[in-house]
């Protein structure tokens, strides 16, 4: 069982309508579905609707608006969301992607562990090893978030990071085993920032670690867990630390 507020589909707080700073009509019918399944999954949402009627009704926000107020039931550790995207959106740029692109980078890392909301909190907080029911579980989540997507009218990019951020290079990763250029651009992205920030924060199950030896940690995987040439740019361009490339 999930460890949040129960919330009845039936509710106020996740009835169809729109967020008032969401203006286009995909994007509302989108939004409206998602809380609802989310709602369905023992996910309090009513907070999310309150948060998007504080909004100003701006019509600019768009997809922009809807992806700031999934993003804030996800959950996860303290500030990862905001960090994840902050370095996602700038290893995409470093690599000169477009500005479209680089918008789709943005949403699939804002979004990239909805589907942790199917999680139990206790799997998630562990402190010890997991069970192979409990792996499958957290492992699941990557498609999960991509199914909770699908009513956005989101880039397909953006959904492909969601679901295929815990590919490996090599093939070894999740959900479909894709490997090298086969796993989508952003996914590629999003991975890398996703396990550097994981890298430098405390978890019930490890310590933070500093910055340069989460580099280091990147460079390693560069061409069996991450793509070689986007984890070199990462930690030359983003993190800065060009003296650990040879």
């Known amino acids: 069982m999930l460890m949040l507020a129960l919330a009845s589909p ?7 309508a729109c967020p008032c700073g969401v203006r286009d009509d995909g994007v509302r019918r989108g939004v409206g579905e998602v809380l609802a399944r ?3 999954l023992g996910v309090e949402t009513g907070a999310v609707w309150a948060a998007a009627h504080r909004q100003p009704a ?3 926000l768009g997809l922009d ?3 700031e107020l999934l993003a804030s039931v996800q959950g996860g550790g303290r500030g990862h969301g905001r960090r994840v995207v902050a370095l996602a959106v700038s290893l995409a ?3 000169g992607l477009s500005a479209e692109q680089v918008r789709a980078v943005r949403w699939g890392a804002a979004l990239h562990d909805l589907g942790k909301v199917r999680v139990p909190r206790e799997v998630l907080d562990k402190p010890g090893p997991l069970t192979g029911e409990e792996r499958a579980l957290v492992q699941g989540h990557a498609a999960w978030g991509a199914e909770l997507l699908a009513p956005l009218p989101l880039p397909a990019a953006s959904v492909a990071a969601v679901r295929h951020h815990h590919e490996r290079w090599d093939g070894g990763g999740y959900p479909r085993g894709l490997r090298c250029r086969r796993i989508p651009l952003a996914a590629r992205i999003v991975a890398i920032a996703d396990v550097f920030d994981a890298l430098i924060s405390a978890r019930p199950y490890k310590p933070a670690w500093c910055e340069r030896e989460a580099a280091r940690v990147i460079l390693r995987g560069a061409g069996s867990q991450f793509d ?3 984890a070199r740019l990462f930690v030359r361009e983003v993190l800065g630390f060009r003296d650990l490339l040879p």
């Open 93 to 95: 740029e470093a690599a």
């Open 58 to 60: 701006a019509p600019e």
């Open 228 to 230: 070689p040439r986007l």
């Open 10 to 16: 039936t509710s106020p707080a996740v009835r169809p």
């Open 65 to 67: 608006a809807a992806v």
């Open 38 to 40: 989310l709602a369905e």
